[in-house]
């Protein structure tokens, strides 16, 4: 029969996860990848869009049981202009001026972070998947100790 777990908060989530040995970091590592794929698929929807060599440019280094992280970045060596369009709240992302897009795309100025391409694609993203990043640890500790 399988062992039925419940938490009431984190520090249960916690007490669970230090008890399950090598199964909380394979838990943990696949919810971190979800979460990172997550992440990847908004960004894109969030990055801002010219050429779609920016979009393109987008890299995921995923985790794994002996090492817990992922990491998301976008630019390769156009990184110090993937800095500048996710941090400068001021530009003209896409929507751009009139005439001054390589897409045809025109507009009337700076988006909202979270809402539209513009600035702060993959901060915004990364938050929102993150929110989920408790819940699918846990879930998949269930999963494991079915």
Known sequence: MAKQVQWKGLDDLKDEIMKSGDNANLATAKAIKEVAVIAGR????????DTGNLQ????????SPRRLR????YG????????????????FHPPKPPNTNKAGMSGVGPTVPGRERGPKYLEKAVEMASARLSTMIANNLKGMQK
């Open 42 to 49: 908004k960004s894109d929807e969030l990055v801002p869009y």
């Open 76 to 91: 390769g060596t156009s990184a110090p202009y993937a800095l500048v369009q996710h941090e400068n709240l001021e530009l």
């Open 56 to 63: 393109r440019s987008l890299v995921i280094d995923l985790p």
């Open 70 to 73: 992922a990491v998301l970045s």
